[in-house]
């Protein structure tokens, strides 16, 4: 069967990640052409501010929960939301020469960035992601869970192209739970890195992506929430282990038939 777009279920509310921020956009409905905006945008800067921001310990950090999620050698990889082909690299370097990574983005400007030879690129939304049923043996999606558009249809579709027994990976940034930490990682994230920004960037509203990434961190969705739905979705074995008290890894397994 070819891919194709899930509507909602009749009568199901869409689940958006979270309420429309409004400094940025007004409407829901002006949602995604903003994210692929600024998106589009600020490529040219992503992955020189993304060291900044993760204080060079991505790299290791993004194949640690690859490993810890059970991708193994050999193994086709789905990663969406692939942006600049940070986690796509990792699990390049786990699968190996016998595997596949295939990456989907909406936005070109990330995709022009990728900068990355052996994988299969896609312009597509994780709600309706342009690869067929039973595709991937695992799938892959890092810090873009709070840009979606709906979370429900693009969980339904993470459970279509997944093979039976698929292994899921969903990596996020999540509001501390701790006053002062909360403190501590807005001050960082919302204040000091748009700073840095500002003078190390090319792209002119690269410092308003980074104020933008810490509000949707703010106003996301709980994490109870994000596994609630990936039950819904058809997921079993759903878990979420977390780093340092902020870093999210959701993992979830399709069941075998």
Known sequence: MNSRHHPATP?????RPHAPLTEYYSQADQH????????????IDYDRIERILAL???PWYRRQALLRAKLQPGQHVLDVGTGTGLVAREALSIVGASGQVVGVDPSPGMLGQYGLQGIQLFRGFAESIPRPDRAADFLSMGYALRHLSDVRPAFRE????????????VLEITRPETRWALWLLKAYMRLLVPTIARFVSRGADTSLLWRYYWDTIEACISPETVMAELRSAGFIDVNRHVELGI???????????
């Open 11 to 15: 009568g199901a509310e869409a689940l």
């Open 247 to 257: 870093f999210s890894e959701y993992t979830a397994t399709k069941p075998e038939e």
């Open 32 to 43: 995604r052409e903003f994210v692929q905006n600024i998106f589009d945008s600020t490529a």
């Open 158 to 169: 993470f459970f279509r192209v997944l093979k039976p027994g698929g292994r899921l990976l």
């Open 56 to 58: 060079g310990s991505g």
